[in-house]
């Protein structure tokens, strides 16, 4: 289910949120940087000579100092990445719940195609019987071709049952988050 694009998307969101955390919080510190600098100072006729040169290196301080509005904006930042939280939860319990339905459905139409297999085995058996009644002349013609009726309406019904499995494990596959893999095809493009 991490390849949904739904709960990828969520999860991105608390992630950057998170982040965000960490910058506001940042702010309680100070920023401390070092710079360098080099340079040549004189007459041009002097360029190069040691007395031209210049260099300075040296670190530079700032500091805000802490205020209610540093902490607002920490506080505003975790109400933000709670709500992210919040988000993907209710994203990875949407995709439970339509994996347990897909699961339930997938399960209910294995059982009926079953029923349906049986029920057209009995279905051929009929016909088959039917037509040697007819053939030996015990039954009419209408009984034999009733009992092939019901087989083609069998068939056609298992047909359709087969049909709604294979939707459903399509319907399966995408709700756990399959579709390609950027990264596998690429890899296997790559070794071609």
Known sequence: ????????????????????????????YPDIRLGASVGAAGLLEDFGNAMTRQWSFGPLISWTLPSSGTHARIHATEAGADAALAEFDSSVLQALRETQTALSRYAHDLDRVQSLQQAQQQAALAAA???????????????????????????????????????????????????WNADAVAAHASNE
């Not at 991490?2 to 992630?15: F, G, S």
């Open 129 to 179: 019987q039917n037509r040697r009644l007819y053939q030996g002349g015990r039954t009419p013609y209408l009984s034999s071709l009733d009992a092939d009726r019901t087989l083609a309406s069998a068939d056609a019904t298992l047909a359709q049952a087969e049909a709604q499995i294979s939707r459903d494990q399509i319907h399966l596959f995408l709700v756990l988050g399959g579709g």
């Open 1 to 28: 289910m991490q390849r949904r694009p739904d709960i990828r998307q969520a999860e991105r969101r608390l992630a950057a949120a998170t982040a965000r955390i960490g910058v506001a919080t940042a702010e309680l």
